[in-house]
């Protein structure tokens, strides 16, 4: 079944259900359904150090932290939480 199909399926189906249960694009309007989706929360917070810099432990690791570990700390030491 190619995307357009799937699409025009799904269409057929909510059309079939709205009449079933007499729903109208403005009652779905004020259940919220076309609010768009909340942002998802920040990342907890990780790492951090002394100075309070910190790393939500996504992407590269930033030079205070690689500093500490090519000095020897443990990137647990620095974990918070």
Do not use: H
């Amino acid at each position: 079944m190619t995307a357009k199909t799937e699409r025009a399926d799904a269409i057929r189906w909510i059309q079939a259900q709205m009449d079933d249960y007499g729903l109208t694009l403005e009652d779905l309007d004020a259940a919220g359904c076309f609010e768009p989706p909340r942002p998802p929360p920040p990342p907890a917070l990780c790492y951090r150090n002394a100075e309070g810099l910190t790393w939500d432990g996504q992407g590269e690791m930033p030079s205070w932290l690689k500093r500490a570990v090519n000095a020897g700390q443990s990137v647990a030491f620095f974990r918070v939480g």
